[in-house]
């Protein structure tokens, strides 16, 4: 009995110096795992301002796109005068590419380079570098001018239905996505980027309508 009570009074004894070192480390381990989360939460709150701010900056893009659409429309309709003096040479331009996106029911088969800018809108389709990357869980957004020539870039955006499929194809993989759905929204609504964390989105942003643009053309689309 005696022994009962040494070997009592020897644990109590451990517990009393080790509480307040577990406790210590278990708030250390707490504390950390707070840093962590809130890091997590700036970097998603980080990123999907900065997704908003492309979003946004797609009417400068898309109002400079008309202005030159329609440049291009009045010069051509004029009798160019013959000239003798060879066009400046240009450089090739570097831009690579990371995917490529094709359409097969309206006959869309374009390059997609990273992020919304003037260079890259000019000559393909462009992922908004901030949203979800291409064929992972979230909201991908791959936007493109919608030029007056027909069949140019997404001009024939507006002819997508429900069920339609689009296939994204990076370096590494495949992507099918289905069109569940199109709509014309005002350019300051930005609930189009919305995502959940299970499902794969692809959303397709343009401008409408094609001459004098005032809101966006928007397909929404998930994997399939």
Sequence with gaps: MKRLLSYGLIIIGLLIIVYPRASAWLDDRQQEKLMAQWKVSVDDEQ?????LNQYDRLSTLFAEAES???????????????????????????????ATIRIPSIKVNLPVLEGATQKNMKYAAAHLKETAPIGEVGNAAIAAHRMRAKGKLFNRLNEVKKGDKIVVETKGETYTYVV??????????????????????LTLITC????????????HAEMA
């Design 47 to 51: 990123a999907q301002q900065e997704a």
């Design 68 to 98: 030159e659409s329609a440049g291009a429309t009045s010069d051509a309709d004029e009798t160019a005068e013959p000239s003798d003096t060879p066009a400046p040479s240009q450089e090739p331009l570097k831009l690579n590419a990371i």
């Design 180 to 201: 569940t759905g199109t709509s014309i929204v005002e350019p300051t609504d930005v609930s189009v980027l919305n995502y959940n964390k299970k499902d794969r989105r």
């Design 208 to 219: 409408d309508p094609v001459v004098d643009p005032t809101h966006r053309l928007i397909v």
